[in-house]
């Protein structure tokens, strides 16, 4: 069982950037597609970015497209966020999750995903 585990939150000023990693111990990688979710105060949780197994293939939400980018070292059994030009309404919890597969399939919906880490906060203040 795949044991996920993410770092990195913290509190930025609008327009900062943070970068956040997700570290995987229990299993390796390789055969999941990765993904990140984000749930802020009351809404439900919601679809960040996903990574092919072999990270040739990406997809994001819209509103974070263009700022956020999803990548993977599976050599160190790691996934990471970049995140630039953070927003306010970019404040949430921010979820790791891995989702077996085979081939190159990226998944946007949360019902894929096997294994989710605890989460890390981001906050981002105006």
């Known amino acids: 069982q795949v044991q996920l585990v993410e770092s990195g939150g913290g509190l930025v000023q609008a327009g900062g950037s943070l970068r956040l990693s997700c570290a995987a111990s229990?299993?390796?990688?390789?055969?999941?597609?990765m993904g990140w979710f984000r749930q802020a105060p009351g809404k439900e949780r919601e679809f960040v970015a996903a990574i092919s197994r072999r990270g040739g293939s990406t997809i994001y939400a819209d509103s974070v497209k263009g700022r956020f980018t999803i990548s993977r070292d599976n050599g160190k059994n790691t996934v990471y966020l970049q995140m630039n030009s953070l927003r306010p309404e970019d404040t949430a919890v921010y979820y790791c999750?891995?989702?077996?597969?085979?081939?190159?399939?990226?998944?946007?919906?949360?019902?894929?995903?096997?294994?989710w880490g605890q989460g890390t906060q981001v906050t981002v203040s105006s």
């Open positions: 229990g299993g390796t990688i390789n055969s999941y597609c």
């Open positions: 999750a891995a989702g077996f597969i085979l081939g190159t399939t990226v998944m946007a919906t949360s019902s894929g995903y096997d294994y």
